[in-house]
């Protein structure tokens, strides 16, 4: 059993602690954190790009989504693992949402799912939560919608959308979601959104009162350079020092200094010389 449950991350609001939230794609980096103590972790869709290398989050597959999300829970003794479920998964029909929510749960060993939208998806988040399912929301930014949105842009800047990004807080939540993430939206909306709600809101690019915080694992380890968004912060450049390390054990083969005595296994002198 996990150590964290929703039940835990409602508290931490209730209980005014601010946390830290992250995803992982793979078994390896979900143990690492998971020893950070970070108590939810997202099989987001941003595998998609990170692990699949597609350019958007549309590609991804549900087949794709689970491998990623098996080895995740496999790795996480105690976080909670929040499966992302991905575009045209849940949109087409409640029963296949349901269906597909049941398959990270029952097969991949989930403990909730996230998907994006607000008052539009409301009618598939409750068919969910009722036959036992945790749901996590996500509003603002959908990349899911990138073509609806004529890109990755930030919303809620005009009083329509913000007023309609309120509105979508307020009914995932009477919806029966545990948390909603906030993406790309103004930090003074975000505020308002979260005094307003008694669930968690875990925010990206959405300024600090969030009561959460989410990132994606390579952005803050400075692993994709590719794009780096404004909203992240690189807690270290991993990537540099993966291909430095690369570079030397390639120039080592080559040079003939690897492997060197340390790293080699002898055979007894007397079956060599009988060989
Ligand atoms: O897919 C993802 O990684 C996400 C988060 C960054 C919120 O949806």
Avoid: W
Wanted: one cysteine or more.
């Amino acid at each position: 059993m996990s150590k964290y449950s929703i039940e835990s991350i409602k508290k931490f609001k209730i209980n005014g602690q601010k946390f830290a939230t992250l995803t992982a794609y793979d078994y390896t980096s979900a143990k690492l954190v998971d020893k950070a103590e970070i108590p939810l972790i997202l099989v987001g869709d941003s595998a998609s790009m990170v692990i699949y290398g597609y350019d958007t989050t549309i590609p991804v597959t549900m087949e794709e989504m689970l491998l990623v999300t098996s080895a995740v829970v496999r790795g996480a003794e105690d976080a909670l693992v929040v499966a992302d479920m991905p575009f045209m998964s849940y949109q087409a029909s409640i029963e296949k949402a349901i269906e597909n929510a049941g398959l990270f749960i029952k097969k991949a060993g989930a403990g909730a799912v996230k998907l994006e939208g607000g008052i539009e998806v409301c009618n598939i988040i409750s068919s969910i939560v009722d036959i036992g399912i945790p749901v996590m929301a996500h509003i603002g930014l959908k990349p899911q919608s990138f073509h609806q949105m004529s890109g990755y842009k930030i919303q809620g800047k005009s009083l329509d959308e913000a007023e309609k990004i309120l509105s979508d807080a307020i009914a995932v939540e009477k919806a029966g979601v545990f948390a909603v993430v906030l993406e790309g939206i103004p930090s003074e909306l975000a505020e308002k959104i979260t005094n307003s709600l008694s669930i968690p809101t875990i925010g990206i690019g959405a300024g600090p009162h969030c009561d959460g915080q989410i990132q994606v694992f390579h952005d803050i380890l400075g692993l994709f350079d590719t794009f780096i968004p404004k909203h992240t912060k690189q807690f270290a450049n991993i990537g540099n020092n993966i291909s430095q390390a690369i570079e030397e054990y390639r120039n080592d083969v080559t040079s003939g200094n690897f492997p060197g005595k340390d790293h080699c296994i002898s055979i007894d002198k007397e079956i060599l010389e009988k060989l």
